[in-house]
């Protein structure tokens, strides 16, 4: 009887450390462990799905237990180094967490561990998911786990470290696996098309690679369906089609039209979108990226980029990306995923046009502070203009209420009129007031001060600094018609 097809993903499993990729910190710690005979009785790798913790595991464990003892390099060849591969060594239990978690299977766990391996070097316990076990169980497991017997070693595998205990995590030398890169895992699959004789442009592998969101193993996986889906040769149309993609150029269209604020276009960008079948959500995500490395752009440019068209400030781009980020939930949850995505581009854009009141402050000042200097004839016109104001608004019957600083500033403001213009044509004559009239200003003045003395220092400061208030009249305030 044949053998069934077996997926790429697991005839393309790593067999020796060097074919791990994208783990580099963790491979040359595991080697380096090996050669100098420091090895751990616990591990725990935690990284998103897909990235390699299951497979070093194996691998790790086939490197303990191979014949001749721990090697780097263990032959594949052997029997022992196939049976702890495939999953069929007596020596190297794999358990998996979220069926295995009571108290009684890691009781049981505990007994076994006393046996000597029968015929490896060391018994090698490898839990996958194991934030899936119970307190019981872990608690069940914690003086195992801190003091098991020689030949006993543990790999623990999680997806989500924060629900193991720290108990449990004090007592395991721990290892964080990264998302692979996109250009990483592009690498892989061209070689992995090469072997296989499937023609896949770029485009196509950076679609993938996208759509892997860091994971090897689902980069693997959408290779074998597209394989099924296309054939021997596969096209970025290919891609985007099955996955309900949108391509780097419809991205950045909807990303212009967002910094346009071209309302009409995105509507109907967006219904282009839902009658194609796009992932509405994948493209939220994908147009966040990009905007990011707009924001990027703008940074290195001082503060602006034209990436977009006219250029466009970074402070505009982090609230649009913001504005998106905060409606991912919508639209990945919410009842009707096209009104949701419409809201959150049309929130996002009028959030761009926004701007913060102290970076507009900023900006105005440094306006002002290059601003080149006002002509004579404007420098002239203030004076006449300031002047004619007051004689136009003082009565006969209020001189009382102008004080003297007052009155002695326009006259010195006249006199340096009359002294900017050459010749006889303008004569300013100041004006003299009587006695009886400098000792009624005088003592008019004074009980102003005595009546701003008595005002709060903050109210004055404010009325001073924000206002520029000169205190030159007394007028009491009738309360009844405030009421």
């Known amino acids: 009887m044949a053998e069934g097809y077996q997926v790429i993903a697991r005839r393309w499993r790593p067999q020796q450390f060097d074919e791990i990729v994208g783990q580099d910190h963790i491979t040359r710690t595991l080697k380096n462990a090996i050669t ?13 799905r897909g990235t390699g913790k299951t497979t070093t595991a ?3 464990a086939k490197a303990l237990n191979c014949e001749g003892g721990p090697s780097i390099t263990p032959d594949d060849s052997s029997e022992i180094c196939k049976s702890i591969m495939d999953g069929s060594c007596m020596d190297v239990i794999e358990i998996d967490g979220a069926s ?13 561990c006393q046996y000597s391996p029968a015929q490896c070097l060391f018994k090698i316990y490898i839990i996958d998911e194991v934030h899936m076990l119970s307190t019981g169980a872990f608690n069940a497991l914690l003086k195992t786990l801190e003091e098991p017997p020689s030949h006993v070693k543990f790999l623990f595998a999680t997806t989500e470290a924060h629900k193991i205990l720290p108990t ?11 998302p692979i890169s996109d250009q990483v895992i592009c690498d892989k699959l061209k070689m ?5 004789k499937i023609t896949i442009d770029e485009a196509a592998l950076k679609s993938v690679a996208r759509l892997a969101n860091g994971g090897m193993r689902d980069a ?18 290919d891609v985007l089609e099955v996955y309900g993609l949108a391509s780097q150029d419809q991205i950045h269209e909807l990303a212009t039209l967002l910094a346009q604020a071209n309302y009409p276009a995105i509507l109907s960008t967006v219904e282009a979108f839902a009658s194609g079948g796009k992932d509405l959500y994948r493209i939220l995500v994908d147009l966040q990226t990009y905007l990011r490395e707009v924001l990027i752009d703008g940074i290195r440019n001082g503060g602006k980029t034209a ?29 009707s995923q096209t009104v949701n995505f419409e809201v959150t581009l049309l929130r996002a854009v009028e959030e761009s046009r926004t701007r913060a009141i102290d970076s507009l402050i900023k900006e105005l000042s440094g306006i002002a502070k290059a601003a080149p200097e006002a002509s004579d004839q404007k420098k002239i016109a203030e004076p006449i203009q300031a002047i004619e104001t007051v004689e136009d608004s003082a009565q006969p019957n209020d001189k009382k209420d102008i004080p003297q600083s007052l009155d002695a500033s326009l006259d010195a403001q006249a006199e340096a009129l009359a002294a900017s213009f050459p010749g006889d044509d303008i004569v300013v004559e100041p004006k003299a007031p009587k006695k009886s009239e400098q000792a009624e200003l005088r003592a008019h003045q004074e009980q102003i001060d005595k009546l701003v003395a008595k005002l709060p220092a903050g109210v004055r400061e404010q009325m001073k600094e924000e206002f520029r208030a000169n205190f030159t009249g007394i007028q009491s305030l009738d309360i009844e018609k405030f009421l």
């Not at 693997?220 to 149309?237: M, R, V, W």
């Not at 990436?307 to 919410?334: F, Q, T, W, Y």
Request: proline share 3%.
């Open 192 to 196: 992995i098309a090469e072997a296989e």
């Open 220 to 237: 693997q996986s959408t290779l074998d369906q597209l394989i099924s889906f296309c054939g021997e040769t596969i096209n970025e149309a």
């Open 36 to 48: 100098s005979n420091r090895i751990a009785h616990a591990y725990l790798f935690v990284g998103p």
């Open 58 to 60: 194996r691998m790790f």
């Open 168 to 178: 449990i995590v004090s007592r395991c030398q721990r290892f964080e696996f990264r």
């Open 307 to 335: 990436l977009l068209g006219p250029p466009i400030l970074v402070e505009s781009i982090m609230r649009m990306n913001d504005a998106l980020h905060r409606g991912e939930g919508g639209v990945k949850m919410g009842l």
């Open 100 to 112: 295995n978690n009571s108290v009684e299977q890691i009781r049981q766990l505990r007994e076994d």
